[in-house]
C-alpha cells in the first residue's frame, strides 16, 4: 500500500506552492487534491516533478451532476476537459459522484426530488457507460465515491457502498472502480472491514479520516491500524489517502497517519 497526502486539506500552514515538498519530506510518494480548474496546471506539474511526487487522483466532475438526466451532455463534455487534465498532469484516477458537490460541504448542490431514484440510477449508468469507453481510450480510471448523508453532503444521492459497486461492475469495464472512503461509510454503514471484504475486487481507492470529526486517525472511533492491517491481509495493494481535517496541525496529524501505518505500510 501507498499513503497520499490531500494537500487541500493537509499542510493548510503553508502556501499552495510549498505544500508539494513538505510532504515529500514527511514520506509521502503521493498527493492529491479535488478540483483542476482553479489550478496552474504547468506548475502544478512542475511542482511534482520538483518534489518527485506524483499525483494519484484528483476530482473529475466538477459544476454537473452524474445523476442529472438534464445535464448529461455538459456532464459529459466535462468529463472530456477532467481527463484531459488528468493525462497532462499524469494523474491515473479521477473521481466522481453522484452529485455536484456544493461550496458547503454538509449541504448536495442540488437534491434533483422531481426525479425519482430509478431515473437518477439510469442517467447515472448512462453516464457511466459512455465514461468507461473514454477512460479505456485514455488509460485512466474513474472512482466513484458514496459520501455520507448524516454530517456531510446532506441530499447526495450515493449513499451506499454496495449501490456503487453494482454500477461502475454493470459498465463491464476494469477502468470504473470505486472510491471507498472509510470515514463517508463508518458513518452511513459501519462495519468496514467488512464491506471491504466484501467489495475488495471493486476499489480503487481508499479514503481515510477518523469519525466524528473528519480529524486524523486516533481522534475519533475508527481503529485504523486494524483497518490497515485487514486490508493488508485481503490483498489490497493500492493507495490509501489521507483526506482528513487535522485536528492539532499538520504536524501532529502526520505523526498519527505514520503511527496508524507502523508495521503495515
Known sequence: MEKSANIEVLYTELPWEKRFLAA?????????????????LPRVKALLQESDLSLSTMSGDGPFSMCDPMKKKEYIDYIKKSIDAANFLGSPRLVIHSNELA????????????????????????????????????????????????????????????????????????????????????????????????????????????APGRGEPGTGAINYHNVFKHLAKIGYSGVIGFELYP???????VTAILKACEGVF
Open 24 to 40: 515529500k519530506r514527511d514520506g509521502f510518494d503521493y498527493i492529491e487534491f479535488w478540483g483542476w480548474e482553479d489550478k496552474d
Open 103 to 210: 461550496d458547503d460541504p454538509q449541504w448536495a448542490a442540488d437534491f434533483f426530488e422531481e426525479y425519482s431514484d430509478t431515473v437518477k440510477l439510469l442517467t447515472m449508468f448512462d453516464n457511466l457507460k459512455v465514461m468507461s469507453l473514454l477512460a479505456e481510450k485514455a488509460g485512466v480510471t474513474f472512482v466513484l465515491e458514496a459520501l455520507n448523508v448524516v454530517v456531510d453532503h446532506i441530499g447526495n444521492f450515493l449513499t451506499k457502498t454496495q449501490t456503487a459497486v453494482e454500477l461502475v461492475k454493470a459498465t463491464g469495464s476494469s477502468h470504473m472502480k470505486i472510491l471507498y472512503d472509510a470515514y463517508h461509510m463508518y458513518l452511513n454503514e459501519g462495519k468496514i472491514c467488512e464491506t471491504l471484504s466484501k467489495y475488495i475486487d471493486a476499489v480503487g481507492y481508499i479514503h481515510v479520516a477518523d
Open 247 to 253: 485536528q492539532n496541525g499538520t504536524k501532529n496529524a
